[in-house]
Nanobody, 115 residues
């Protein structure tokens, strides 16, 4: 059974850093894109960053220059390094794994940035 599990969330002060991890396991094959999304209270889920199997990346304008997405294909893991965090980055962060068969979502990890 495929599992997608995020970790690394927590409480941090504004200006601080966090590193999120997301590991896919359970017989998942042919991973294409891997990405991070977030959903703040009362708002829709939005794309934060995505990385292709070849390493190309794309970021939301709001996080460019502060967040970095990377992946380890051997471990089926994607990371999100978040620096210079702002209170408006507070949200539940979700990992999405795209394969040629279907998409998989994790249950999310909460990031809270205090001012």
């Amino acid at each position: 059974q495929v599992q997608v599990v995020e970790s690394g969330g927590g409480l941090v002060q504004a200006g601080g850093s966090l590193r999120l991890s997301c590991a896919a396991s359970g017989g998942i094959f042919s991973i294409n894109n891997m990405g991070w999304y977030r959903q703040a209270p009362g708002k829709q889920r939005e794309l934060v960053a995505v990385i292709t199997s070849g390493g190309s990346t794309n970021y939301a304008d709001s996080v460019k220059g502060r967040f970095t997405i990377s992946r380890d294909n051997a471990k089926n893991t994607v990371y999100l390094q978040m620096n210079s965090l702002k209170p408006e980055d507070t949200a539940v962060y979700y990992c999405k794994v795209v394969t040629y068969r279907r998409d998989y979502w994790g249950k999310g990890t909460l990031v809270t940035v205090s001012s």
